[in-house]
């Protein structure tokens, strides 16, 4: 069984018991442990069951790239799936759950998946569930989306918090294990600013647990100084439990910080994400060991070997007390002599290899284990852990020669580099056959702005575990001559020993000759259910491309990323193509190199400042009065104003018929104003709109319509002349920022000579339209302003004093009604609309939202931005010809509105649309045509653009594009609904009301 | 997330602080222009793997917009410089000869 030892465990503080719950058992812990050292201490060899057959997992590894103890973790507000149990650290408290698995771990229904597992070989997915596609929506559907998915999603809002942090270096290094500290002690020493960010909680990475000696002494006492050494450097900045995570363009790097996880509710962020641009980027990444495949590798108590060795010297568990040990390479004997020194039972050491020279097979034979050279396990044995291992001999078929009973499992099939982080930027890989692994080819390494490298490997992540000071030091220094700063030439280079290990033999398949039977229970991907046999069949269909061969077996998919599964992959179907390694090549590394949690990634942007809100100076009133807000831009304007018991509607009512009737105020203050400047300002406009600005007189005003090059039109509004050389232009609400930016683009790249300048005063100025029969009544008795018909005509403006504000007045509408725009400094604002309220009560005066904005506009069959225009609209389909100027040579759109396509009399046109029963036609209808298209689809000639009720007519009005519209006027078109029904309407003049304009020329 | 210096200000600006525009050194075709000229100017774009001028707006800095010749495969920058120029300096083009001597010149 799996237990603590008496005594050791160099990471734990056994005078803190931490308790835990795992499935609703309780465990306990020490300080120091992480939950799967924890598990393993409580003998929870079986934590999972897998994602396709539901086949018992255990814990294989001690690192990131652990497979299967992914867990629920926490509960409520904070509940968290796919949590790894590696590298989580134990806190008391914490509760967990394994996942994959109904009703419980133990007792699972799903495992019947496995008994059905040869019906369940690669692709079949996309072989199945094709036919008959009746089954899709109930059958196949219900079936994958109830067995899609890693873990469970949160239903509550995450109760954690998540910050980012910004932070700039010369050197970046990843990883603190004896390369990362020797580069960080190289540049630190020579002055440059470092940061060394390590994603476990401890410094000097595998070295200890290795047997590593540095200049004659423990690993240990070097790790220790070094240590000493660089927190006494200002210029250096140490992490722990912080995982780089990506490398992009430039230098920009992404890292993910464990912070507050062990202590929820203390009110530190739980994670942050540090963004980093850094100059040079030193990888050491350290590697990871590769798993053996041999049928029955995934029965829990089936570990990698330096893992299990981690397990013992770090927290002084022990997963068995007779482990097998088999291997391919010297490294796993250190696990076996571990054992044994530990006073555990090692029967015996596999070792693939025929000879076996080097000192450490010495060892462990003088120390009494047994070692088989040429041998392999042809299986596991036992279900819900191991019990013990049937033997045969590497180099035939799998015919049994021996069996040992066992209680775990130690393998090791060689180490592979971790290159992702080099790789991310497109750092290129070599393959190297001693080895068996790919490393960086420091000839083609990511390039920065500058073309040349930004990221340097080194140590066992550049393929130099056993040169990782030499290689650690050689990286700094030449990071630092790029970066032209200077290295220290004093510093003496440490001396690392390992022990001497002799040449591994790579071995893909375990036994050689393994057959079908036994390579159906060899897993490469231990997450995603993938065999040896689904890669072969996957190539026998002919797939070719290791990137398609990832989709189609899913291997190496999820949180994997090619971390344990991808070698063997490979080399499984190289070996099925009859082609070497490196001509395979490996798929593409992506960021990030261990998941981070959504939360994090967001940061404090979420709730409220997500993104800013734009108020309006008036937006404490409105909110007062009760208004409903709606999202314009990142402006909220009010709706309307419901009083009372009122819903909606009967809001949007009122607010209609009292400004048609009486007096209605609205806060216009997010309209779009900009002032364009300068002698050839007028030039400019003529060019921008699609009418003539530059003959527009002084305390006038004219409406433009603007289009991009493709003629289709992009903005609207109301273009005032202050003086000669000065414009102020209106723009909608949502689109100023972007026609400010569109007139930039023009007079800095195209007419940089012409002399003219913008400026955005959309805030500098509050807006409120006063609109209505008494609306002249009002600003006279402000007074200070000459606002009668003669002085004030339609279409003009005046600048003066009302009330005793500093005003412009603008007469135009919006509404059909008599109408006046007044702009006042927007700390004014609240002020002037506070005193137009109390002067304007007995008047009937009373606010108006965007929706009776809109009926009054539609009624009066104005187009707006968006409703008629969806960017494929030009102004002659909207029947805007008369806003055209046909005398300019040129402005923006011309030669674009001259393409036959725009031309083309088919085109749909806007006209009104009355309904027959007076019903308002829903939002986004089509007018269906006769017939139907190749797809069996209904042909359409129009469709809806705006519909509202209309309070002022009683009934349903709308406004719509229908082809040939204007000369059809007087006929029915139809509008299906999506409830079935048919809603038929009149094809109408746009203008419902007031078609002479009578209202607004008083 | 590249880096571009911004010529105007001098600022060495991260990508979120610009925002692209899309190739440079393009000749507006406006009325009168044939089918042809028109199509080239709306339409037709280099796209090419190696050498590509481009126009960036320093959007969330000083608003200028400005030009940047950039290797679209390895993201090398060779230069940035003011958007006013209907074609690149000889600077920069000297630049990209000398990192890229089998790179031919532009249209
Ligand atoms: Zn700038």
Known sequence: ?1002 | MLTLECPYCGIKACETELAPGGQAHLVRSGAGASDDEFEAYMFARTNPKGVHFERWRHAYGCGKWFLAARCTATLEVFGTYPAQTSAPPARILQEISARRPDERAPK
């Open chain 1, 1 to 1002: 069984m799996s237990t603590r030892l008496a005594s050791g465990g160099r990471f734990l503080n056994r005078a803190t018991v931490q308790n835990f719950v795992f499935n609703g058992k309780r465990l306990r812990g020490f300080a120091g442990d992480t939950l799967a050292s924890a598990l393993l201490a409580n003998d929870q060899m079986m934590v999972a069951r897998s994602f396709k057959y539901h086949r018992p997992r255990g814990i294989v590894a001690a690192g990131p790239e652990e497979p299967n103890a992914l867990f629920n973790m926490g509960r409520g507000a904070r509940f968290e799936p796919n949590q790894r149990a590696t590298t989580t650290a134990l806190f008391e408290g914490l509760e967990c759950e394994s996942q994959n698995h109904w009703p419980s771990l133990e007792f699972d229904i799903g495992a019947l998946n496995s008994l059905a597992a040869h019906v369940l070989p690669a692709g079949f997915y996309y072989k199945t569930f094709i036919h008959p596609r009746a089954f899709w929506k109930h059958v196949f559907e219900p079936i994958i989306r109830h067995s899609a998915g890693l873990g469970k999603a949160p239903q509550d809002r995450d109760a954690d918090r998540y910050e980012h942090l910004y932070a700039f270096a010369d050197v970046l290094i990843a990883g603190g294990g004896i390369a990362g500290l020797q580069a960080a002690c190289v540049a630190g020493e020579s002055g440059a600013r470092v940061l060394l960010l390590e994603q476990t909680l401890h410094w000097g990475g595998r070295a200890v647990n290795d047997g590593a000696q540095i200049d004659g002494a423990p690993a240990q006492d070097w790790i220790a100084a070094a240590l000493a050494k660089l927190t006494a450097l200002p210029n250096v900045t140490l992490r722990l439990g912080t995982t780089v995570s990506g490398v992009y363009d430039h230098g920009y790097v992404l890292a993910n910080e464990h912070v507050g996880e062990t202590t929820p509710g203390d009110g530190r962020p739980k994670q942050r994400l540090w963004r980093i641009r850094a100059g040079q980027i030193i990888t050491a990444t350290g590697a990871i060991e590769r798993p053996l495949s041999f049928a029955g590798n995934d029965v829990p108590g089936v570990m990698l070997a330096a893992s299990l060795r981690d397990y013992l010297h770090d927290y002084a568990v022990s997963p068995g007390d007779r482990t097998v040990v088999v291997t391919n390479n010297d490294d796993a004997y250190l696990t076996a002599i571990a054992l044994k020194e530990a006073g555990l039972s090692v029967p015996l050491i596999v070792d693939a290899r025929r000879t076996l020279t080097g000192p450490l097979p010495q060892r462990a034979r003088d120390l009494g284990i047994r070692v088989e050279a040429g041998w392999a396990i042809a299986a596991v044995k036992g279900t819900r852990r191991v019990t013990g291992v049937s033997l045969c001999m590497q180099a035939g078929e799998g015919g049994v020669i021996e069996e040992i009973a066992c209680d775990a499992v130690a393998m090791s099939g060689g180490w592979s580099p971790v290159v992702h982080l080099w790789s991310h930027c497109g750092g290129k890989l070599l393959w190297n056959p001693e080895q068996a692994h790919f490393h960086p080819d420091p000839a083609r390494p990511p390039l920065g702005a500058d073309g040349k490298g930004f990221v340097r490997a080194a140590g066992a992540a550049n393929g130099q575990s056993q040169n990782a000071c030499a290689d650690a030091d050689h990286a700094a220094r030449a990071a630092l001559a790029h970066l032209g700063q200077t290295a220290r030439t004093d510093l003496t280079l440490p001396v690392l020993e390992h022990p001497t290990q002799a040449a591994m033999a790579p071995v893909w398949v375990m036994p050689q000759g393994a057959n079908q039977k036994l390579r159906a229970k060899m897993w490469l991907d231990y997450q995603n259910d993938v065999k040896v046999s689904d890669v072969q069949l996957a190539a026998r269909e002919g797939y070719v491309s290791v990137e398609h061969t990832k989709r189609y077996t899913t291997l190496g998919m999820a949180t994997d990323q090619g971390k344990l599964s991808n070698i063997n992959g490979l080399a499984v179907l190289a070996d099925s193509l009859n082609e070497e390694i490196p001509q395979v090549g490996t798929t593409t590394f992506r960021p990030p190199y261990t998941p981070i949690t959504l939360g994090t990634l967001a940061g404090e942007a979420r709730g409220e400042i997500f993104q800013p809100l734009r108020r309006s100076p008036m937006h404490e009133w409105h909110s007062d009065q009760g208004a409903y807000f709606e999202p314009v831009g990142h402006w909220r304007r009010p709706y309307c104003y419901p009083r009372g018991a009122e819903n909606h509607a009967d809001a949007v009512k009122r607010e209609v018929l009292n400004t048609r009737n009486a007096l209605g105020l609205l806060d216009a203050s997010t309209l779009g104003k900009i002032i364009v400047k300068g002698p050839d300002a007028g030039r400019f406009l003529d060019m921008l709109y699609t009418g003539v600005m530059s003959t527009l007189p002084v305390g006038k005003c004219r409406y433009g319509l603007m289009c991009n090059e493709n003629g289709f039109l992009s903005d609207d509004g109301v273009v005032a002349r202050l003086d000669e050389q000065t414009f102020l232009c209106h723009t909608t609400s949502g689109g100023a920022d972007r026609i400010h930016g569109w007139m930039e683009d023009w007079l800095q790249c195209e007419w940089w000579d012409w002399q003219v300048f913008t400026a955005n005063l959309t805030e500098q100025y509050a807006q409120i339209a006063v609109v209505g029969p008494k609306a002249r009544t009002l600003l006279e008795r402000l007074g200070g302003v000459d606002v009668s018909k003669e002085a004030l005509p339609f279409m003009g403006w005046v600048e003066g004093t009302l009330g005793g504000f500093p005003v412009r007045i603008f007469r135009i509408s919006f509404s059909g009604e008599l109408s006046y725009e007044i702009a006042v400094p927007a700390g004014h604002g609240r002020a002037l609309w506070d005193k137009l309220h109390a002067e304007g009560a007995d008047l009937g005066a009373m606010p108006y939202g965007t929706e009776a904005l809109h009926v009054m506009r539609a009624e009066k069959g104005f187009i707006m931005i968006g409703d008629e225009t969806d960017g494929t609209v030009i102004p002659q389909d909207l029947g805007m010809s008369w806003a055209i100027s046909k005398k300019k040579p040129d402005y923006l759109g011309k030669r674009g509105q001259e393409r036959p396509h725009m031309t083309d009399p088919d085109r749909w046109q806007l006209v009104g649309l009355e309904t027959l029963d007076g019903s308002v036609i829903p939002d986004g209808a089509y007018a269906v045509a006769p017939g139907s298209n190749a797809n069996g689809q209904r042909h359409t000639e129009g469709r809806v653009t705006s519909t509202y009720f209309s309070p002022t007519l009683g009934r349903g009005i709308a406004m719509g594009l229908i082809r040939r519209g204007p000369e059809r006027m007087g006929q029915i078109v139809d509008f299906p609904t999506t409830t079935g029904t048919t809603v038929q309407a009149r094809i109408v003049d746009p203008v419902f009301y007031d078609k002479e304009g009578a209202k607004q020329n008083v």
